[in-house]
């Protein structure tokens, strides 16, 4: 299968816009889901690892280690048939209080020899209240195959100082649909965005979403839903101290680490600037903070390891230094649709999860 992808199908694809293209997998996705026949046969297949147990987080049960990371789906449109590929949770987004357009195209740009991608999108999404209409018809919380993340980010339009405001809003018309949300102040596509890292606006935005958190838990009926920060690989050590403390001291639920990076390795300079890099060259970036992270936490605060998977050995170095699931987007792209159920299965192997 791996061969068929990479020597036949992938040649052709990659002859194409990448955009484009991920607009066509999307549309072919959704036909997918549209089969249930197939979907349910595919789940059975792929989802959960022959005589595996599922893993226990945040109050949720994954089928699997890996899970679908942020910017595949923005427009919570094909996160259904995401379990048909064998991912055991899929994180949808990042979605903003108001809706954009994103950055001028092209935005996307693909890097065989160092399987890799630079991305610029900014947050193209429809806004959080239409992902939230959306997702109201589809199926709910409890009845799906797989967990759903939300991940929230800020629009382009708030400033900075309001962020807090509009992250809470986005957080109040979705929290009824996702499993976890994501807080998104990592992604470097959005001016800014970053600086909600530092201490004071992290402070204020987490305590925030802690609040709010609190009242959806506190309405009939509702569920508290974990909140994770998804962290940037360019933080230095004593600057991800900071966000730590601020985490473990608003109580939430995990972190993801990484997002993609502002930085271009040795070789990799002359690759498009601004954007930000992920597949294979973020891979020790992002090991580096997973292994930081656990540390300095010893093993506390729940850890979903993400970038630069693009084989199962990959993954498993991630389970290694203390990440208990992961997520991958790049490496599907080089590796091709099978890819997750592959390491899902190497991974419910390596971590023996069996009964
Ligand atoms: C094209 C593209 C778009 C992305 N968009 C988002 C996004 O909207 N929000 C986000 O949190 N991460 C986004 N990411 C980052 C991924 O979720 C992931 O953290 C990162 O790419 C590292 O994993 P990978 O090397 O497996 O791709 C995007 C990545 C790519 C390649």
Same mark, same amino acid.
């Given at each position: 299968?791996?061969?068929?992808?990479?020597k036949?199908?992938?040649?052709?694809?990659?002859?194409?816009?990448?955009?484009?293209?991920?607009?066509?997998?999307?549309?072919?996705?959704r036909?997918?889901?549209?089969?249930?026949?197939?979907?349910?046969?595919?789940?059975?297949?792929?989802?959960?690892?022959?005589?595996?147990?599922?893993?226990?987080?945040?109050?949720?049960? !994954?089928?699997?280690?890996?899970?679908?990371?942020?910017?595949?789906?923005?427009?919570?449109?094909?996160?259904?048939?995401?379990?048909?590929?064998?991912?055991? =949770?899929?994180?949808?987004?990042?979605? /903003?209080?108001?809706?954009?357009?994103?950055?001028?195209?092209?935005?996307? !740009?693909?890097?065989?020899?160092?399987?890799?991608?630079?991305?610029?999108?900014? $947050?193209?999404?429809?806004?959080?209240?239409?992902?939230?209409?959306?997702?109201?018809?589809?199926?709910?919380?409890?009845?799906?195959?797989?967990?759903?993340?939300?991940?929230?980010?800020?629009?382009?339009?708030?400033?900075?100082?309001?962020?807090?405001?509009?992250?809470?809003?986005? $957080?109040?018309?979705?929290?009824?649909?996702?499993?976890?949300?994501?807080?998104?102040?990592?992604?470097?596509? /959005?001016?800014?965005?970053?600086?909600?890292?530092?201490?004071?606006?992290?402070?204020?935005?987490?305590?925030?979403?802690?609040?709010?958190?609190?009242? =959806?838990?506190a309405k009939?009926?509702a569920?508290?839903?974990?909140?994770?920060?998804?962290?940037?690989?360019d933080?230095?050590?004593?600057?991800?101290d900071?966000?730590?403390?601020?985490?473990?001291?608003?109580?939430?639920?995990?972190?993801?680490?990484?997002?993609?990076?502002?930085?271009?390795?040795?070789?990799?300079?002359?690759?498009?600037?601004?954007?930000?890099?992920?597949?294979?060259?973020?891979?020790?970036?992002?090991?580096?903070?997973?292994?930081?992270?656990?540390?300095?936490?010893?093993?506390?605060?729940?850890?979903?390891?993400?970038?630069?998977?693009?084989?199962?050995?990959?993954?498993?170095?991630?389970?290694?230094?203390?990440?208990?699931?992961?997520?991958?987007?790049?490496?599907?792209?080089?590796?091709?649709?099978?890819?997750?159920?592959?390491?899902?299965?190497?991974?419910?192997?390596?971590?023996?999860?069996?009964?």
């Amino acid at each position: 299968m791996d061969f068929l992808y990479e020597k036949l199908l992938r040649p052709l694809l990659f002859k194409c816009n990448p955009e484009a293209i991920h607009d066509q997998t999307i549309s072919a996705l959704r036909l997918l889901e549209a089969i249930p026949f197939a979907t349910r046969l595919l789940e059975r297949i792929n989802l959960r690892p022959p005589g595996s147990k599922p893993v226990r987080l945040f109050g949720l049960d !994954f089928p699997n280690r890996v899970g679908l990371a942020a910017g595949y789906d923005k427009h919570a449109q094909a996160w259904p048939a995401m379990a048909a590929l064998g991912f055991g =949770h899929a994180e949808i987004g990042t979605i /903003t209080l108001h809706g954009q357009d994103g950055n001028p195209r092209p935005r996307v !740009f693909r890097h065989p020899p160092a399987e890799a991608i630079v991305n610029r999108y900014g $947050f193209p999404n429809p806004g959080a209240d239409v992902v939230a209409r959306r997702l109201a018809q589809a199926p709910g919380k409890g009845v799906r195959s797989i967990p759903l993340g939300i991940n929230i980010g800020k629009s382009k339009v708030t400033p900075l100082e309001n962020a807090a405001k509009d992250y809470t809003g986005s $957080f109040r018309l979705l929290a009824d649909y996702a499993d976890f949300v994501v807080v998104n102040i990592s992604s470097p596509n /959005t001016q800014n965005l970053r600086d909600l890292q530092g201490r004071a606006l992290l402070d204020n935005l987490l305590g925030s979403l802690r609040d709010t958190a609190r009242d =959806h838990a506190a309405k009939p009926g509702a569920k508290p839903v974990p909140i994770l920060l998804k962290i940037a690989p360019d933080l230095t050590f004593p600057q991800l101290d900071d966000v730590l403390e601020s985490v473990c001291a608003h109580g939430l639920d995990g972190i993801i680490a990484t997002n993609t990076t502002i930085s271009r390795p040795p070789g990799l300079e002359h690759l498009e600037s601004p954007g930000g890099l992920s597949g294979r060259p973020l891979l020790e970036k992002s090991l580096s903070f997973v292994r930081y992270i656990a540390r300095s936490t010893q093993g506390r605060l729940p850890i979903i390891g993400s970038g630069g998977i693009c084989d199962v050995e990959a993954a498993a170095r991630f389970m290694d230094e203390g990440a208990s699931l992961v997520q991958l987007y790049t490496g599907m792209i080089y590796r091709g649709p099978w890819f997750p159920a592959k390491v899902a299965r190497a991974l419910a192997w390596h971590h023996r999860d069996f009964p």
